[in-house]
């Protein structure tokens, strides 16, 4: 018998035990065994990827269909996606207190919605993206006003910074086009951070499958008379394209849930940036559309700033906890 097929080193029978004979069995005990974290960032890299994908099919989309028509197609895919929990939690799930608070965050979604992806369609995918991660500076303006959350004057000089990095990007008064469809992606932008905003009151007492199934529904409702009027009869080619839009819309929206529920939120807020480089790729080999210098000098500004306030967000929080446990000692 040859050297080879003699292997003295004893088998730990405990990773078998551990995670089963199969395979799968195998791949769940690993996942497990991941710090959360890790795990977070994973999920939010496939979200990431899935929500990427979605934008560059509304690009794709908005060459020939009306941006209401893709958006009634979206809303109703993914609510025959979450019909199977609405259903099983009807009629509970329609009960609230904060009727005003959801219609404003269906407003404010049907807002960042149109404007957010009419700009899309017309900016290079890497200049939609980027402005988009102006999201989070929203948020620290919309806290701090509607909130009555306090921010130093770091806080502050990162949120403006980020702002003039917004500023860059949409180079105004050097083309026209540019710096109208760059300002609808800033206004769906605000939206989207409105929404955050409304979302952190809504939570404290609503279910989350109470406020995903007012915004399901009312969203589709409210696209549906434009989208009628603007109606252009899809493609085959083009009706598979919208199905699929569905289908990544509501897969990008869970991987970013799981990924919230995994792991920290300012690590795994942190990931969410690589969009940035999925947006550059398809964009150029999509679109043929490469990002310019100010487009990667904006973004990185963005980006900068989103992370030394979350950074922030995280010191404050941290030691609001530390002074909570000392007034219980």
């Not at 990095?165 to 409105?194: C, E, H, K, N, Q």
């Not at 915004?215 to 409702?221: E, F, H, K, R, T």
């Not at 009027?229 to 289908?247: D, K, N, R, S, Y």
Request: charged fraction near 15%; include cysteine.
């Amino acid at each position: 018998m040859s050297m080879a097929m003699e292997d003295p080193t004893p088998i730990d029978p405990a990773p078998a035990r551990r995670f089963g004979g199969d395979r799968r069995t195998r791949l769940v005990g690993w996942w497990s065994e991941l710090p959360g974290n890790v795990r977070g960032g994973l999920w939010m890299l496939v979200g990431g990827f899935f929500l990427t994908v979605m934008v560059a099919l509304v690009k794709i989309l908005g060459a020939r269909l009306h941006i209401t028509e893709i958006l009634l197609f979206r809303q109703t895919i993914m609510i025959i996606v979450v019909l199977p929990t609405i259903a099983a939690n009807f009629p509970s799930v329609l009960k609230t207190s904060r009727y005003g608070l959801h219609a404003a965050r269906v407003t404010l979604a049907t807002m960042a919605m149109l404007f957010g992806f009419t700009a899309a369609i017309h900016l290079p995918l890497a200049d939609a993206t980027a402005i988009g991660f102006a999201r989070s500076l929203f948020v620290t303006v919309f806290a701090i006003i509607f909130l009555k959350e306090v921010a130093g004057p770091r806080r502050w000089a990162a949120t403006l910074i980020g702002f003039v990095g917004v500023l860059l990007m949409l180079r105004p008064g050097s083309d026209a086009a540019i710096s109208t469809y760059g300002l609808m992606a800033v206004a769906g932008t605000a939206g989207a951070g409105g929404v955050m905003i409304i979302l952190r009151i809504l939570s404290r007492t609503d279910r989350p499958v109470t406020i995903l199934t007012y915004q399901a529904l009312l969203v589709g409702l409210i696209m549906l008379v434009p989208a009628i009027w603007h109606w252009q009869t899809p493609t085959l080619h083009e009706f598979f394209m919208l199905i699929g839009l569905g289908v990544v819309s509501w897969a990008g929206q869970m991987c970013n849930i799981q990924a919230y529920r995994a792991g920290e939120a300012t690590a795994v807020a942190a990931i969410d940036y690589t969009r940035l480089i999925y947006a550059v790729i398809l964009g150029g080999f999509i679109f043929a559309q490469w990002p310019g210098a100010n487009t990667l000098i904006g973004a990185a500004i963005i980006i900068a700033a989103s992370f030394y306030t979350l950074h922030r967000e995280n010191v404050v929080a941290r030691k609001r906890g530390l002074e909570s446990a000392k007034s219980k000692d």
